[in-house]
């Protein structure tokens, strides 16, 4: 029944390493985000696909990469993780205009 | 002019109490303003949405009013319950597919 799935659920890596997240959808839309929100704060977009458009936030770090190599899945890239990137990751789905539903989120913790 | 903001920053509700969070807004070219309920560790999920070409929408307990001319709107939640305790957040989207979200609010109801 899952509409946005986010996977691996929470991710532990080490300074430095490289790290991908994923994202899938069931509801077919065609603009999929990706968000990062840390503690107390409201989530802060990084990209956004529509379809395979990509569009960058001017804001967005180089070190955060993206894939969507077809509708269903989207990927994250973090390259060279950094204390600082240690938050929750964000995914989430539209249909052009209409409404944004979001993944249960993917906890990374940075060592 | 791409601001959401939101207040109080966090709201303490006695079971029972109503519950009213408020959002302003400047740009006039925004025309959907949902409002997100999130719970911790877990992704935002839609509470409820409103146009502008109406002023006030109810889905059971959650209510939203909207003044256009005001550039304002609000949650208002009837009978607060312990399990609506969470972080509410407003956003409005334009003539882009991007959400601009509130700061946050969190409420929390005791019995």
């Known amino acids: 029944d899952a509409m946005v799935i986010q996977n691996p659920r929470y991710q532990v890596t080490q300074f430095g390493k490289p790290v991908t997240l994923s994202c899938s959808q069931t509801?077919?839309?065609?603009?999929m985000y990706w968000y990062q929100q840390k503690s107390s704060q409201a989530p802060k977009l990084l990209f956004h696909?529509?379809?395979?458009?990509?569009?960058n936030e001017a804001d967005t770090p180089d070190n955060f990469q993206s894939r969507r190599p077809n509708t269903s899945f989207c990927f994250l890239d973090i390259r060279s993780p950094g204390l600082g990137d240690a938050a929750m990751y964000l995914c989430?789905?539209?249909?052009?205009?209409?409404?944004?539903?979001f993944g249960p989120g993917t906890r990374l913790l940075v060592l | 002019q791409q601001q959401v903001k939101q207040s109080p920053q966090s709201l303490i509700v006695q079971k029972g109490g109503i519950s009213i969070i408020n959002c302003a807004y400047e740009?006039?070219?925004?025309?959907?303003f949902p409002w997100y309920q999130q719970f911790p560790g877990k992704g935002p999920a839609l509470l409820i949405a409103?146009?502008?070409?109406?002023s006030e929408k109810k889905e059971g307990r959650f209510t939203i009013s909207f003044n256009k001319s005001a550039k304002q709107f609000s949650l208002h939640i009837m009978d607060s319950q312990p399990g609506d305790s969470a972080t509410y957040f407003c956003?409005?989207?334009?003539?882009?597919?991007?959400?601009?979200f509130g700061t946050g609010t969190r409420l929390q109801v005791f019995p």
């Open positions: 696909y529509y379809d395979k458009d990509f569009n």
């Open positions: 509801l077919n839309h065609n603009v």
């Open positions: 740009n006039t070219a925004f025309d959907y």
């Open positions: 989430a789905t539209s249909g052009a205009q209409e409404t944004q539903y």
């Open positions: 956003a409005a989207r334009g003539n882009t597919d991007k959400l601009i």
């Open positions: 409103i146009r502008p070409d109406v």
